[in-house]
């Protein structure tokens, strides 16, 4: 009886961490938030997904780019830049130089650097199953909770720019009953558009999610089309 108690005490040393965490996947939300500000001074756009106490934001364009990881809303990790970026690679020191009109090798048909709309077609469709299955989770457990900013337009028309605006007042109070509370402010003289926009979304049973996509994942169909495409991938690479 004795021997029975180290593994069932390793057993549940196991089971009930993965348990705690699978509650509170399933209980806590994931909430995310987009905002855009776009006029001639700033290009920003930023998302933050957050968790309970923990969240990363990403703000920025290309090199500028900054994403942080978050703990009660104060950045404790960053790193600027596209993730992934690869090193400029001078191609003439790799592959030696380009080749002539006459020495160019032509693709046969089937070649791996070539997508064969044949070959691509059955690929799709088996993924639309999969996909459709995930997408119909995430569409139920997702919640539109705001959007709220406000935008500048001006369509260098006046007469345009006032219908414009009249129809943006009488679509306003099923737009604020749609938690939807964004401002116009109309320009009459010029054309121009000016965004600063947040929207909020939450996913409410973020385990269910985290079901689908694993299933998503596990599929043939999935394994299928990420061969594919590493296949026509390494055509493409070694062409």
């Not at 109070?173 to 402010?185: G, H, P, T």
């Not at 000016?194 to 999610?209: A, C």
Request: contains cysteine.
């Amino acid at each position: 009886m004795d021997l029975l108690i180290i593994p069932a005490f390793i057993a549940i040393l196991l089971i009930v961490p993965l348990l705690a965490i699978a509650l509170l996947l399933y209980a806590v939300p994931i909430r995310a938030a987009a905002t855009l500000i776009w006029n001639a001074d700033r290009k920003e756009p930023s998302v933050l997904i957050s968790w309970g106490c923990i969240g990363i934001r990403s703000t920025g364009l290309g090199a500028g780019r900054v994403t942080s990881f978050l703990i009660l809303n104060h950045p404790i990790l960053s790193r600027t830049g596209p993730a992934g970026e690869a090193e400029p690679v001078n191609r003439e020191e790799v592959a030696g130089p380009e080749p002539t009109p006459q020495e160019e090798k032509r693709p046969e048909p089937g070649d791996g650097g070539t997508f064969d709309i044949s070959e691509l077609v059955p690929v799709v469709h088996r993924m639309i199953g999969p996909v459709g299955r995930f997408g119909s989770a995430f569409w139920q457990q997702s919640r539109f909770e705001e959007a709220h900013g406000t935008v500048t337009l001006g369509l260098g028309d006046p007469v345009l720019t006032g219908e414009a605006y009249g129809f943006y007042w009488a679509s306003r109070f099923v737009l604020l009953a749609s938690r939807i509370d964004v401002e116009m402010e109309p320009v009459f003289d010029r054309m121009v558009l000016e965004l600063d926009i947040t929207v909020r979304v939450k996913v409410v049973h973020p385990l269910l999610v985290l079901f689908a996509g694993l299933a998503l994942a596990m599929d043939p169909a999935t394994k299928e089309a990420v061969a594919y495409a590493t296949r026509k991938k390494q055509g493409v690479t070694g062409a």
